[in-house]
Each structure stands twice: as structure tokens, then as C-alpha cells.
């Protein structure tokens, strides 16, 4: 390799290097915020679903965690079948804002006929 070609290639090495640091990091997202009306509420709520035991039996358990800085009720509603039969019912979580820590985290506990089956389940939240 020529000198001229190995300068060419460290000028192009190096130019890469220093375009890389000299590019800054994007800017950050901006927090959630809630949607107006009655929706699911995706961007400030996350949702776990999972069985639970309740003294001899087994319940069914919503757990919603609160993402944005508006305080959020959600109206449950769960329906799940299984090898014991169906069992529907419904509820209200109410989340505090996420600077709140543990109060942004609530849950809703129906009694199930057994441990397993389908489960369908959905919300209604609004800020207030």
C-alpha cells in the first residue's frame, strides 16, 4: 500500500472516530401523559395478570402499575373459564401519579373456581 493510500484510509478512520464522539445522544422522550376520555390508557398503565391463593382457595388477580404523573381509575372486568365452570366479575383500581412510588401500583383479586383455565380481561381508565 502506497503512502498516500494508507493516509487516506487513517484520515477516513479517524474522521469516522471523531464524527461518532462529536454527535450528541438523541433527546430524551418525554414522559407518558394519559389520554383524554375513557380508553386502556397504553402509555401510562402496565398490567400483570396471574393466580393467586386465596386462604384454601385461588383467586385471580389484576395488578396496574401507574407510568405518568395523572392519577388514574380503571374500571376491571374479568370473565374466565375452566374445567369448574366460568366466573365473571368486575372492579375499580385507583392509581396515585408515578411520583408517588407504591400508591402508583394497585390491585384488583377475584375468587376463581380452580387454578388455570382462560382468562379474558380488560379496563376502562380515566384520568381524574
Known amino acids: 500500500m502506497t503512502k498516500a493510500k ?20 438523541p433527546p430524551a422522550e418525554p414522559p407518558p401523559v394519559a389520554d383524554a376520555g375513557t380508553t386502556g390508557q397504553l402509555k401510562c398503565i402496565s398490567e400483570e395478570d396471574h393466580y393467586v391463593r386465596l386462604g384454601k382457595g385461588v383467586g385471580f388477580r389484576i395488578e396496574l402499575t401507574n407510568k405518568c404523573e395523572q392519577r388514574i381509575t380503571c374500571k376491571v372486568f374479568v370473565y374466565i373459564t375452566s374445567a ?9 383500581i385507583v392509581l396515585a401519579p408515578k411520583s408517588a412510588g407504591a400508591a ?8 376463581a373456581k380452580m387454578n388455570g383455565g382462560s382468562s379474558q380481561s380488560t379496563r376502562e381508565c380515566r384520568v381524574y
Request: charged share 15%; with cysteine; net charge positive.
Open 84 to 92: 369448574k365452570g366460568a366466573a365473571q366479575d368486575r372492579g375499580t
Open 104 to 111: 402508583a401500583k394497585n390491585s384488583y383479586t377475584m375468587k
Open 6 to 25: 494508507c493516509a487516506a484510509v487513517a484520515a477516513l478512520v479517524l474522521g469516522g472516530c471523531f464524527a461518532a464522539a462529536a454527535q450528541t445522544a
